[in-house]
C-alpha cells in the first residue's frame, strides 16, 4: 500500500475548519480505495503563531516541510498581521523554495452553481489557468529608498528569465496539446515594453514546437472583458504571476464563487512537494460559525488526488461537488443553504461512499 505524507498547515480564520473537511474526506477516499493511504502531520503555523512568536512558521520550516509528499493549505491571513507579512513570510516562501512554479487554478461552471453573468450555461465557463508562480511581479525585487523623506522612492522590479517563462508556458502547451484544447496566452505586450515582449516572444517560439495546438494572445485588459462577455473562448489560459492571481479571482466570481475555488502550487518535476490550497483567504469575519464552504478545500483535494496519480478519485469528488450544488440540500449560507461546514463535509463523504 502507498502511503503520502502530507504536511497540514490549517492556517488562521476558517483554514483549520475547511482542512479539517478536506482531511476527512481524503481519508474516506483512501479507506474505500484500500490501495493508498494518507499521513497528516499538522504544523501549527500562520497568524496566531507570528503574533506568538514573530514569525510566520519555524526557522527551519523549510527543512521540516521537505519530508512531506504535499502540503495542504486551509489559509493565512489576520487582522493585526500586514498582509505582506503573512503572505511573504509563509505562502511565498514555500512556493519559492519548494520551486512550485506552476499554478495551476480550474474555472469551471459546474452545474447547480451560481453565475452572475446572464445567458451563460455550464459549458461556456470551462477553463484552467496556468499561472507562472515564483518570479515575475512576485519576485520580491526592487528597493525602497530614502524612506520617510521628501524624496521618499520606491522600485518594484518584475522578474522574467527565459528559463521561468519557457517552463510555465511549455507546461501549458502540454496540457492543451494532451486534451486536445486551445491555449491563450494573456500579456500586456503593449505597455510593459521589456516583460510582457519577452514574454510573447518566449510563448509564439515556444509554439512552433506545438503546431497542432491553436493559439490566442489577448492584453489582459481585453481578456478581462472577454472573460465576462464571451468566457467560452478561453480554454487553457497561460499567464504571468501577477496577471493570473487577478484574472483567476475573476474566474472565480462567475465560476460559482470563492467558495468553490481551488489552487493547486506544483513542483511538476516533484523534487520538491507540491501545495494544494482553497484560494478564498481566511474569512475572519465568519471564523469559528461553522459558516464555511468546505467545497474549495473538496476541490484542491480532488487537485491532490489527481496528482498523485488518482484521477478517476479526483473526478469523482468534483462529480460530487456538482451534485451537491445541484440538490441544493446540503449547502453552506455562501451557497444559499442553511448547513454547517461539517455537514457539507459530512454529505461529501456520504456520497463516497455509496459510489
Known sequence: MKNHKIAVIAGDGIGP?????????????????????FEFTHFPWGCDFYKKTGAMMDSDGIEKLQQFDAIFLGAVGAPGVPDHISLWDLLLIIRKKFDQ????????????????????????V?????????????AGSGSWLYKDSPNEVVLQNGVFSRKGCERVIRYAYELAKSQGKSLTSISKGNALNYSMVFWD???????????????????????????????????????SNLFGDILTDLGAAIAGGMGLAAGANLNPERKFPSMFEPIHG?????????????????????????????????????????????????????MGGNATTSQVGDEVVRRISIK
Open 126 to 138: 470551462d477553463m484552467v489557468f496556468v499561472r507562472e508562480n515564483t518570479e515575475g511581479e512576485y
Open 17 to 37: 475548519e475547511v482542512i479539517e473537511e478536506g482531511i476527512k474526506v481524503l481519508n474516506t477516499v483512501a479507506k474505500i480505495d484500500g490501495s493508498f493511504s
Open 101 to 124: 512554479y506552476i499554478n495551476l487554478r480550474p474555472v469551471k461552471l459546474l452545474k447547480g452553481a451560481p453565475c452572475p453573468l446572464k445567458d451563460v450555461k455550464c459549458e461556456d
Open 282 to 334: 481566511s474569512a475572519p469575519d465568519i471564523a469559528g460559525k461553522g459558516m464555511a464552504n468546505p467545497l474549495a478545500t473538496v476541490w484542491s483535494a480532488s487537485q491532490m488526488l489527481d496528482f498523485f496519480g488518482y484521477e478517476s478519485w479526483g473526478k469523482k469528488l468534483i462529480d460530487i461537488i456538482e451534485e451537491i450544488l445541484v440538490e441544493k440540500k446540503v449547502l453552506t449560507p455562501d
Open 201 to 239: 516572444q518566449i510563448f509564439e517560439e515556444v509554439g512552433r514546437e506545438y503546431p497542432e495546438v491553436k493559439t490566442h494572445s489577448y492584453l489582459v485588459d481585453a481578456a478581462s472583458m472577454f472573460m465576462v462577455k464571451d468566457p467560452s473562448r478561453f480554454e487553457i489560459v497561460v499567464t
